[in-house]
């Protein structure tokens, strides 16, 4: 193993990460999942209403490995996740272990990410989801449509699913990259972010995991506008790609050479 890939598995210090607008019926639930991992948790409160607020303070007030970071205005899930990312960056976690608040993910499987983090700490570890029939047909077709575009954006099949809000982040390159050019503030920020680590040269290691739509979830998706937003996003990644060509056909042709 490199000694840069020894050293940060040496001091390996991840938190959780749960972005917040507005699911007062499933946080509680969904930290202390976390929390029976031992991991510290980081909430980010995306400017959340009055009853998510209180269950909010009352956690926090008895949780004392749990930090409250609150936006004084819903911004989107990117920005949350961007001041999220920063913040535990800034409080010295090495990674970063994204979880929606929805009840969405399996918690159960956050040892998984975690072991995965330990032994690969540059790569991003992505969940790859495994759908149960609650899934929504119309948004599991659609994902299809981003796949697509993002093998080509990376000229390359190593992200499985660039749209699983489930994943563990390199916060040491994560926080770089948001450094060197903001990221979508909305809905398209799990797709960028990592189509621009992989550009950056950070591995990927994508960990199957059951993802479920809960009965009555709240989903804060907007067909119209996100789906614009994402499609904005996609042209620009296209664009964006193609100058890196040469070398991610390169990086392509190495890890080919090196598997053979």
């Known amino acids: 193993m490199p000694q840069a890939s020894a050293s940060v598995a040496e001091h390996f210090r991840p938190c959780a990460l ?13 930290v202390r999942a976390m929390r029976a991992h031992d991991l510290p948790v980081m909430i980010v409160d995306d400017g959340s209403d009055e009853a998510t607020r209180a269950v909010l303070d009352a ?6 490995a749990v930090t409250l970071i609150r936006l ?8 949350a996740l961007t001041a999220g990312l920063i913040a535990a960056r800034d409080a010295g976690y090495t990674h970063a272990l994204q979880i929606d608040a929805d009840g969405q993910h399996n918690a159960g499987d956050a040892p998984r990410f975690l ?8 790569s991003l570890v992505c969940g790859q989801p495994i759908y149960d029939e609650s899934v929504p047909r119309a948004r599991l077709y659609g994902r299809y ?15 499985r699913d660039s749209m699983c ?3 563990l982040y390199p916060l040491e390159a994560t926080c770089d990259e948001i450094d ?5 503030a909305r809905m398209d920020f799990d797709t960028e972010v990592a189509v621009r680590l992989i550009w950056r040269g950070v591995p990927i290691v994508n960990l199957p995991t059951r993802v479920i739509y809960p009965e009555n979830g709240l989903s804060h998706f907007r067909m119209l506008h996100d789906n614009l937003r994402i499609s904005a996003m996609h042209t620009r990644l296209l664009l964006g790609m193609l100058p890196r060509a040469p070398m991610l056909l390169w990086r392509r042709r190495r890890r080919l050479e090196c598997a053979a």
Do not use: M
């Open 18 to 30: 749960i972005p917040i607008y507005n699911h007062k019926d499933t946080i509680v639930e969904t």
């Open 115 to 122: 072991a995965a983090g330990r032994s690969h700490p540059q």
């Open 180 to 184: 060197r050019a903001p990221l979508p």
């Open 145 to 159: 449509v981003t796949h697509v575009c993002v093998w080509l954006e990376t000229l390359s099949f190593t992200l």
């Open 72 to 79: 004084p205005r819903n911004g989107g899930k990117g920005r």
């Open 165 to 167: 809000g489930y994943r």
């Open 59 to 64: 956690l926090t007030a008895r949780e004392t």
